[in-house]
């Protein structure tokens, strides 16, 4: 088709101008130019196709790593969100809490307080075990019943007790949770004998047992939000790490922003073009590369060494984010304000606007998307920081919910570093759980600057 | 007095012919020199503005008729390796004086670009913006009648008047320029200053700024860079022309079209270089 098209052209050129040699000459050279780029041309779209597939396929790539990546840590994670509970029958004797059965009223509460309800839970629990297969107890298999529940079983039925103190020397059915290893058992349907399995095949009969007398219920994990660390997989949660990750984000976003927008501007827009500012531009490009454990050491060195500021606080994690994150923002948003049109600051000069004016009312604003984007960025990254923050003490096992920026407190990347470490199975979805609850906030977090960033991009 | 025998790349000029006095100046400039680093883009020029009245600015591309505009209005302090040394005075003050901020400077020499530049913002706002920012007014009221003013002045408010809060940018390209200007007026300067305000427009919209230009002569001193010559000839009383960074020749705008004295003026205004 190519072909015929070149034949035309030129033909239709020859006999336009048939007459002088000098037009002929044109002609040729004119025809063996089509003739050329005709041949060429077929090149030029073969490459043009090659790197269209090229492209396509690095872009399904990548969303297939993502799809991959998603869907093993969704499958993983899955298990974390429900836990199984047993019910029990307790009777609350007070031979057994050790304290006088006549008692009532205020003196009964404060003596519950410190009553025995170890001894209230394994003498309730024993008798459902035993049956014709082991009609008496030892020691060890005592103890390997008191093992199929959580350990913090006790502190459940002291707790309804408390709640309800009328029940007091009466027996009641209470639901505690299973132990983690009962819990990963009845989750992923081991057969006995397997190699990971931490139960006997004793426990597993009791569990059947158990299972058979409908006693045992998967319930939704609330524990796995409202709770924080722990060393049992049964009780461990995120909102420790979840809230130290807020804490910190925000002493981050609410020191590194600020100070990043200001600097852009101040360089790109106030300050002289001279030796000191390009040592300047090049060290801000430096410390964009230095390794993040670096920010750390420096944060333990000066900010907790030398300032005295506490410990594994956000407060000082913020800051030490801060220092990672500024290079970032402020590299971004000088572009973004070197992207606004020279004419927007000539306009506003012109009619007499001071540079601090134009800066304010009109570079930033039309600088905004630009900076966002390159805070996200920063910000996502400061999220996902661990090394920095295991530097500073943030990587302590904390038990209770910070809440003030100077509280102990460790974040969720620190979190999942930690539970890795563990070696209890249980620990594997919470794991997954946990970076689930990660990606979750930074989606939050992208969603958010996208929002405002067309908010900013429509003004 | 004139070297009728040129090349025009190897002229020499000493001194501009004409007549670059005016009876009421109201912008003098005497002895201007330019400097971009070490090279002069600005020798020597000295010419008045005459007030109320529009003086064109003419001449080849690089000639430095558009750096001697922004020298009006300190708009060549924003680029650093920029230097301006002579005497360049507004109603007798030296607007180089050490004291002087250019920012009143430029509220009271206003500019208009060769690109229109509106602001992102609504058509209102682009209006009020410098009267808001210079704190010109203390009301609401007063500030929309500002805004009404002066887009009537520039021509403009008819075709807006019912949607001054869409975006400035929305408009066609002789609208944008016109609401340049009447941003410009807004502030109420006394000199506006035009950087070839139409070389972006069509014919239609040329025509409507030049009529606009002839109105504003009223009230304002109008100094224009243009590249048409039919477009100097149409609003200006007076003309200067421009040649490689030294004012040739300069004089009333009638007789630099019909009897020019220099050779590099008329080869210029004849169409034969430029």
């Known amino acids: 088709m190519t072909n015929s098209t070149t034949n035309n052209t030129s033909s239709t050129i020859k006999t336009a101008k048939p007459s002088t040699q000098k037009s002929t000459k044109v002609n040729n050279t004119m025809s063996s130019t089509t003739e050329k780029v005709a041949l060429s041309l077929k090149k030029r779209h073969q490459k043009e196709n090659r790197f269209k597939a090229f492209g396509l396929f690095s872009v399904l790539f990548g969303f297939m790593l993502v799809v991959i990546l998603l869907g093993d840590i969704t499958s993983k994670a899955l298990p974390a969100f429900h836990q199984h509970w047993v019910k029990l029958d307790i009777n609350y004797q007070g031979d057994w809490l050790g304290i006088d059965e006549r008692l009532s009223g205020y003196e009964l509460t404060k003596q519950l307080k410190g009553a025995n309800f170890r001894a209230v839970l394994k003498n309730s629990i024993y008798p459902m075990f035993v049956d014709e297969q082991t009609p008496k107890l030892s020691r060890r298999d005592k103890r390997a019943v008191f093992k199929l529940f959580s350990t913090n079983g006790e502190f459940t039925i002291r707790d309804a007790l408390l709640a309800s103190p009328e029940d007091f020397n009466q027996t009641v059915s209470i639901w505690i949770k299973l132990d983690d290893d009962v819990d990963v058992y009845l989750k992923e349907g081991f057969a006995l004998g397997e190699a990971g399995l931490r139960i006997n095949e004793k426990q597993a009969h009791w569990v059947a047992k158990l299972q058979r007398e409908q006693r045992i219920e998967s319930r939704f994990n609330v524990g796995f939000f409202t709770a924080s660390d722990s060393r049992e997989p049964e009780l461990a949660g995120v909102r420790g790490a979840l809230t130290g990750t807020l804490l910190t984000m925000f002493v981050t976003i609410l020191l590194s922003f600020p100070l990043g927008v200001a600097g852009a501007l101040y360089l790109e827009e106030f300050a002289p073009k001279n030796r000191i500012t390009d040592l300047i531009e090049i060290n801000i490009n430096n410390l964009a590369a230095v390794p993040s454990i670096v920010f750390g050491l420096l944060g333990l060195a000066v900010i907790i060494n030398v300032f005295g500021l506490p410990r594994s606080a956000p407060l000082v994690g913020g800051i030490v984010l801060t220092l990672m994150t500024l290079p970032t923002i402020i590299i971004a948003s000088r572009a973004a304000i070197k992207a606004v049109p020279p004419s927007i600051r000539e306009a506003a000069l012109g009619l007499g606007a001071s540079k601090m004016q134009v800066t304010f009312s009109h570079v930033l604003p039309q600088a905004m998307p630009g900076i966002i984007t390159g805070a996200i960025i920063g910000i996502a990254q400061a999220l996902g920081e661990t090394a920095p923050l295991l530097m500073i003490g943030m990587v302590a096992f904390i038990v209770d919910v910070p809440t003030s920026i100077v509280d102990s407190a460790t974040v969720l990347p620190v979190q999942i570093f930690l539970w890795a470490d563990s070696p209890e199975r249980a620990f594997l979805a919470k794991n997954s759980a946990a970076i689930l609850v990660l990606l979750t906030l930074l989606l939050v977090i992208n969603v958010t600057a996208t929002v405002l960033r067309s908010k900013f991009e429509k003004k | ?274």
């Open chain 2, 1 to 274: 007095m004139t070297n009728l025998n040129i090349n025009i790349n190897q002229v020499e000029l000493t001194e501009t012919v004409g007549n670059i006095f005016a009876d009421n100046a109201k912008m003098s400039i005497r002895d201007a020199n330019v400097f971009y680093g070490d090279k002069q883009a600005i020798h020597n020029v000295s010419l008045d503005l005459a007030k109320n009245q529009v003086t064109a600015l003419i001449g080849p591309s690089g000639c430095g008729k558009s750096t001697f505009l922004r020298c009006l209005n300190r708009m060549n302090d924003t680029i650093d390796i920029c230097r301006v040394s002579g005497q360049l005075m507004l109603d007798g003050e030296d607007i180089y004086a050490k004291g002087l901020d250019p920012v009143l400077l430029r509220a009271r020499v206003g500019m208009v670009f060769q690109k229109p530049n509106p602001f992102p913002k609504s058509i209102y706002d682009n209006v009020a913006y410098g009267a808001r920012i210079h704190g010109l007014t203390n009301s609401k009221a007063e500030l929309d009648e500002i805004v009404e003013s002066s887009l009537q002045k520039a021509g403009l408010f008819n075709e807006v008047k019912d949607r001054l809060k869409d975006p400035g940018t929305g408009l066609s390209g002789g609208q944008q320029q016109r609401l340049c200007i009447a941003r410009t007026i807004a502030v109420s300067p006394e000199v506006i200053l035009m950087d070839e305000p139409a070389s972006a427009l069509d014919p239609i919209a040329t025509a409507i700024i030049e009529e606009l230009i002839d109105e504003l002569k009223e009230k304002y001193t109008i100094a224009i860079v243009t590249h048409s010559m039919q477009q100097a000839a149409r609003v200006s009383q007076h003309t200067a022309y421009f040649h490689m960074g030294k004012l040739v020749e300069m004089g009333k705008t009638e007789d630099i079209f019909t009897r020019p004295t220099h050779k590099l003026t008329e080869n210029y205004i004849t169409g034969r270089f430029g």
